[in-house]
C-alpha cells in the first residue's frame, strides 16, 4: 500500500469513513468546545485515548502518527516549560520538589497537563476526521447545505492542499536521490522549493482550465458523484454531539470545571519524573533534529 500523505484521505470501511461529513464535523467541534471550558487534564487523556481508539478501529494509526510527530513535541513542550516557570497566576503555589536548579510546582505542572492535554486531544479527533474524510463527500454535503460553491471550493482545495505538496515534495527528492543527489536534510529541500512552487503554478493554471470547461460559475444545479443522505440516523447522532457541550456547560456551573475542591496533587517523585521525562523528551527531538540535518547536510 502507497504511503499516504500527512494529513490526506485513507480509504477505508469503517464507521468513520461511513460517517456523514456534517456530524465528524460536530463531534469534532463539541470535543474542542469541551476541551477549552473544561479544566481537568485527565479528562481530557481520557478522550484522547478514546480518539487513539477510533483511530486504530479506523486502520489510520500510521498516517495519523506521522501527523502527531508535528504536534507531540509541542504536548511535552507545554509541560516542561510551564512547569520550570514559577506559577505567576496562583496567589499560594505548593512547592512540590526540585529540579536541578528548577522549583517544581503542583499548579504549574497542572497547567501545562492541560495545555498538553488539549492539544492532543483536539489533534487526536481532528487528525481522524480528517484522514476519514473524502473530499468529495465533504463537497457534496456542503453543496447540498446550500454553501455557496465558491466557499465550498476554497474548503476542499485547502483541505487537499498539504498532501498535495507534501506528495510534490517527495517526487522530487526521489528524482534527485535516482540523479544521486542530496535527497536526505535540510539542504535537500531547498533546492526542492522552486520546483514544488513551479508545479503549483502550473497546476493552478489546469486546474482554472478544468473550472471552465466544466462550467464553474454557472448557477445550475450540479451533479454529486459521492453524496451521503443526512438521515434519521445521523440527525441523531449529530444531536448526541450536544451531550459533551452540556456535560461541561454543567461542570463550568457547578463542579467547578471538573477541578476537586481539594484540587489536584501530585507525588514529588511523579512530578519529578513527569517534568524530567517531558523535558528529555522535548530537548531529545529538538536537538536531534538539528543533528541529523547537520550529519546528513554534510553527507
Not at 499560594?92 to 499548579?107: C, I, K, R, W
Amino acid at each position: 500500500m502507497a504511503r499516504v500523505p500527512v494529513g490526506a484521505y485513507v480509504p477505508g470501511n469503517s464507521f468513520f469513513h461511513k460517517a456523514h461529513p456534517f456530524v465528524k464535523f460536530y463531534w469534532v467541534l463539541a470535543f474542542v468546545f469541551f476541551c477549552f471550558f473544561n479544566k481537568n487534564p485527565y479528562i481530557n487523556y481520557a478522550l484522547t485515548a478514546v480518539g487513539l481508539i477510533f483511530v486504530v478501529l479506523a486502520k489510520t494509526l500510521p498516517s495519523y502518527l506521522r501527523t502527531m510527530v508535528i504536534f507531540g513535541p509541542a504536548a511535552f513542550a507545554m509541560i516542561f516549560l510551564q512547569s520550570i516557570v514559577p506559577p505567576a497566576v496562583f496567589d499560594n503555589p505548593q512547592y512540590l520538589a526540585d529540579l536541578g536548579p528548577f522549583s517544581l510546582y503542583t499548579e504549574s505542572i497542572i497547567y501545562g497537563m492541560l495545555f498538553s492535554s488539549r492539544i492532543l486531544c483536539i489533534c487526536t479527533w481532528s487528525i481522524l476526521m480528517l484522514m476519514t474524510l473524502h473530499p468529495g463527500e465533504l463537497s457534496s454535503a456542503l453543496q447540498r447545505a446550500k454553501v455557496p460553491y465558491t466557499v465550498n471550493f476554497m474548503i476542499t482545495t485547502t483541505l487537499q492542499l498539504i498532501p498535495i505538496l507534501q506528495r510534490e515534495f517527495g517526487i522530487i527528492l526521489s528524482a534527485q536521490k535516482s540523479r544521486a543527489m542530496q535527497a536526505q536534510g535540510f539542504k535537500a529541500l531547498l533546492p526542492s522549493i522552486i520546483p514544488v512552487f513551479a508545479g503549483a503554478i502550473d497546476r493552478v493554471q489546469q486546474l482554472s482550465m478544468s473550472l471552465e470547461t466544466r462550467a464553474f460559475g454557472s448557477d445550475n444545479e450540479r451533479t454529486l458523484l459521492r453524496y451521503k443522505k443526512f438521515t434519521s440516523k445521523e440527525t441523531v447522532f449529530s444531536l448526541a454531539a450536544l451531550v459533551p457541550v452540556i456535560l461541561v456547560i454543567y461542570g463550568r456551573i457547578s463542579l467547578n470545571s471538573f477541578v476537586p475542591d481539594t484540587g489536584f496533587s501530585l507525588s514529588p517523585g511523579v512530578g519529578v519524573f513527569l517534568v524530567g521525562f517531558c523535558g528529555i523528551a522535548f530537548l531529545t527531538i529538538i536537538f536531534g533534529a538539528g543533528i541529523a540535518i547537520r550529519l546528513f547536510g554534510k553527507k
